[in-house]
């Protein structure tokens, strides 16, 4: 009984101990929060705090349920600060971590019931921003993230509200300020209707602060608010009409005003009548300076700006007055002419050129031509040519004396040739009697003392400028550059005038590229070659090429382009390049054009010959020379140089042991594939067989197989009428071994291939003589002992027919 | 090259005798050296060549005599500061 009731006191405490240990009381306090009974659970948590890790974690959690389940606010943030409080009482780290993403839910809750208490005020939401910044957000960034971004959100339109408020009391400075600020809020937070609205009011602003302002390429009014749009665009048109920017004006009126309004009538006529007293301004502008014009009183600089500004006052007044605005226009060609004889008498060429050149269609003027070669010429007698402008002189002038117009022009202004008449039949303007509209003096006829060369006045011309560009151009390069320039677009001019039969203005390339009728020379070039295939036509139409793609002229310039890439691989020992440029669609326009085909393997020898003539021993030019061979569907020449450079640089390398015998073997290959009938390469050829064998026989190779592989090659068919003749080299060989096997002992019917006596023998051959065995049989069959032997054979059978002798019996 | 009509002092339409003239009147001024008085009497002597050296006389390009332009059009009176800048307030 005594023991009874001793059990009991131990089962009574043992169960008093359990229930006080720190996991049973947490297990209790889980199951009561499982309940939803957080009261109770807090006291048990309470009691375990610092005795079990994961109590404060625990007790922060029965409180933040406690929190979300209180109606009252002021409720709900008192329990949400007492999760934040729990954090002083807690002294082991490993608890504060579990402890700290319920409390980052619990600040999370106060800020966002803080934010619904800001309802739009710009203080207290940057306070709660800046609350939201220093708090812990551990496992709660995206929600704390969202929460910010819903505040810049509301700044946004709080800065919007305060800012329109402030323009409203017409503080513009501190409004635009406010808009912007409001603006950076917007583009935070996606708020496109601030956004959008800020930059259209802000440019109101500016508009009512009379700032200047551009609208161009600002695309955020066209999403803004339709009555902010009216009102910007209606002050903006009236900003462009005060600093009589009609045309601008005009264009926001239609485009961005175009609805009833009294007003927008209103600021219509009054841009119409500013427009129109404008014109009235800008005729009496005029009308002054052409008196001053008359009296002579304006520099030519103030003629150069009233030029210049005829086109803009045209324009301005067209709109206006039709009339008015082609009288104006009607004054140009009498300005352009008083400028240009004030520039040329002041020997300002330069100028001359210049207004000359932006003078529309000049060069179908005979004057004007006539006065830019003029000036051409002057510029460069005083020695102004430089780099940048010489191409434009040069050509300039080579037209102008080239064009036979020209010339007769000239003929119009003397008397002293009344008794003279003139021949075009020598002028180097036109090869053709092409001319068909020429004054009366003029003609085709003979040159006679009476009948004067027009061609002989345009050489003389010629020679004097040459005469200039030739002693006079100190600067070496630049006399170099401009006289290489000079002669390349007096040739191409030549050229085309030699070629084309229609009466067309002949330029040089510079000239008519500059001036962009260069196309037209080439369609005249691609008719000549479509009636008479003249491929010369072709030719003289390459340097006139500028963005002609689709003309034969730039497809000859391709075809003959791939020659010339090809001889830089050439240059530049690329065979890859080479390789490259090997497309069947290559050869076909190269094969389109017979004077490109028919040069293309002279060409590529010549470029190959260079490359040899620099250095005779260059490696790199056999795979170069290999693909020239490829690439030129007529390649005799091409082939013939290429064995003779591979024979000659092997020989040279296997002599002076600077290549191994295989390597020289398998060059040699190429070469007797291209020449197999030339003697020099096919003995050298053989003499490599023969080293490349002994260098078998005597163990001086690891390339066995591969040499075997280049004479299997030559076995399968590959024996040419030469090579035959020459291949008893290799027959001697094999003769002169055998008889070093004989001298040496050895039972030399073993080496001979198939032969009665060497199965009879019943011996075996080793290794060391089964490859001697090997060699000796190429030897045989590479060399010509087979013809001989063949040769013999026929000699018994006829000798056996002879004697009737029978058919086993010795020979 | 000089231009050969300076040098001798003569017109564009100067005849033979008229150069030939010129050609001792310059020898006696001394103004330019004697080849040079030679090439330019050579030159306006020889059609080919005095047609190149007529060359370098800019063309006269034919243009209308500049005259002012007529117009009707008479200055309106206007004023721009009439219109309403604040006709479409967005901010009432």
């Known amino acids: 009984m005594e023991i009874i009731i001793v059990l009991i006191i131990v089962a009574i405490v043992g169960y008093l101990i359990y229930h006080s240990l720190p996991n049973t009381k947490f297990e209790k306090a889980q199951n009561l929060f499982k309940t939803k009974n957080y009261v109770q659970a807090i006291n048990i948590l309470n009691v375990i705090f610092d005795k079990h890790v994961d109590a404060p974690a625990k007790l922060a959690e029965c409180k933040f349920n406690l929190g979300n389940q209180a109606s009252a606010k002021p409720e709900k943030v008192k329990f949400f600060n007492e999760v934040v409080e729990i954090r002083k009482r807690i002294n082991k780290s490993e608890s504060i971590t579990k402890f700290e993403s319920i409390e980052a839910k619990a600040l999370f809750e106060i800020a966002l019931i803080q934010y619904e208490e800001t309802k739009g005020d710009i203080d207290k939401l940057n306070q709660n921003i800046k609350f939201i910044d220093t708090v812990n957000k551990k496992g709660s960034e995206s929600d704390f993230s969202s929460l910010k971004k819903k505040h810049f959100y509301d700044l946004a339109d709080s800065h919007f509200k305060k800012a329109t408020d ?23 937070s996606d708020n496109k209707t601030v956004k959008n609205n800020s930059v259209t009011r802000i440019a109101i602003c500016q508009l009512k602060r009379n700032d200047k302002i551009n609208l161009d390429d600002v695309s955020e009014i066209g999403y803004s608010d339709k009555s902010y749009q009216k009102e910007l665009y ?380 620099e250095d005779d021993e260059n490696e790199k030019l056999i795979p170069v020379m290999e693909e020239c061979i490829l690439f030129s569907s007529q390649n005799a020449k091409l082939k013939h140089q290429y064995s003779n450079y591979v024979a000659n640089y092997c020989i040279s390398k296997v002599n002076e042991n600077e290549m191994d015998n295989f390597k020289a073997l398998s060059l040699m290959k190429g070469a007797y594939l291209c020449s197999p009938n030339n003697p020099k390469i ?130 | 090259m000089k231009n050969p009509y300076t040098i001798l002092g003569v017109n564009q339409n100067a005849v033979k005798a008229e150069i030939l003239k010129a050609q001792m009147l310059a020898m006696k001024k001394k103004e330019f050296s004697l080849q040079e008085i030679a090439i330019a009497a050579k030159q306006l002597l020889d059609p080919a060549k005095r047609l190149a050296a007529d060359f370098m006389f800019p063309a006269k390009i034919k243009v209308k005599r500049i005259q002012p332009i007529q117009s009707t059009l008479t200055h309106q009176e206007i004023n721009v500061n009439d219109l309403n800048e604040n006709a479409f307030n967005s901010l009432k």
Request: proline share 2%.
């Open chain 1, 234 to 613: 209606y002050r903006y048109a009236i900003q462009l009409l005060r600093n009589k920017e009609y045309t601008p004006a005009e264009k926001v009126i239609s485009s961005n005003l175009n609805f009833q309004s009294a007003d927008i009538d209103k600021l219509s006529e009054i841009l119409k009548a500013e427009k129109n007293n404008n014109a009235v301004t800008k005729i009496e502008e005029i009308n002054t300076l052409i008196e001053q014009l008359q009296k002579k009183s304006l520099s030519t600089e103030e003629l150069k700006v009233f030029y210049d500004s005829l086109d803009k006052t045209i324009n301005e007044v067209k709109f206006i007055d039709i009339q008015v605005s082609e009288k104006i226009s009607a004054l140009k060609p009498t300005l352009f002419n008083r400028l240009l004889t004030q520039y040329i008498s002041a020997e300002q060429f330069g100028n001359a050129i210049s207004i000359i050149q932006k003078y529309p269609k000049f060069w179908e003027s005979p004057e004007l031509l006539k006065n830019l070669g003029i000036c051409c010429y002057g510029y460069t007698s005083k020695g102004l040519l430089t780099e940048r402008n010489y191409q434009t002189v040069i050509s300039g002038w080579l037209t102008s004396v080239f064009s036979d117009r020209v010339i007769l022009k000239s003929l119009d202004d003397t008397t002293w040739d009344d008794n003279y008449t003139f021949t075009l039949v020598e002028a180097i303007g036109s090869n053709y009697s092409q001319h068909k509209e020429t004054p009366d003096n003029v003609n085709y006829d003979e040159i006679s003392e009476s009948n004067i060369s027009i061609g002989a006045t345009q050489k003389e011309l010629l020679q004097q400028f040459e005469t200039i560009i030739h002693k006079e151009i100190q600067d070496a390069n630049l006399s170099k550059l401009v006289n290489d320039f000079y002669d390349k677009e007096k040739e191409a001019l030549e050229n085309i005038i030699s070629v084309i039969e229609k009466d067309i203005f002949f330029a040089t390339p510079h000239f008519a590229k500059q001036n962009g009728f260069n196309n037209e020379i080439i369609e005249e070039l691609d008719n000549d070659y479509h009636n008479y295939s003249n491929e010369e036509a072709l030719e003289a139409g390459v340097p006139y090429i500028k963005n002609s793609n689709s003309t034969v002229v730039y497809q000859y310039f391709y075809a003959n382009d791939l020659i010339d890439k090809v001889k830089a691989a050439i240059n530049n020992e690329n065979s890859i390049a080479i390789k490259n440029l090997n497309t069947k669609e290559n050869k076909q326009w190269i094969e389109k054009f017979d004077s490109i085909s028919e040069l293309v393997e002279d060409k590529l020898f010549n470029s190959i010959s260079n490359k040899i003539s």
């Open chain 1, 682 to 811: 096919v003995k050298n050829f053989i003499t490599l067989i023969r080293f490349n064998l002994m260098d078998i026989l005597n163990d001086r190779t690891r390339k066995m197989n591969e040499i075997y592989t280049i004479l299997d090659w030559v076995k399968k068919n590959n024996m040419s009428q030469t090579y035959k003749q020459n291949s008893n080299e290799l027959s001697t060989a094999r003769q002169e071994i055998l008889q070093q096997l004989k001298k040496a002992g050895a039972d030399i019917s073993l080496f001979d291939e198939g032969t009665f006596s060497s199965i009879l023998s019943g011996h075996s051959l080793n290794s060391q003589g089964l490859k001697i065995k090997k060699v000796l049989t190429y030897l045989q069959e590479l060399g010509n002992e087979q013809e001989f032997s063949n040769a013999l054979d026929q000699l018994r059978r006829r000798l056996r027919q002879q004697f009737n002798l029978d058919d086993d019996l010795p020979f």
């Open chain 1, 166 to 188: 402030k323009e409203k009391s017409d503080k513009l400075s501190e409004a635009i300020q406010i808009y912007n600020t409001g603006k950076d809020y917007a583009e935070k």
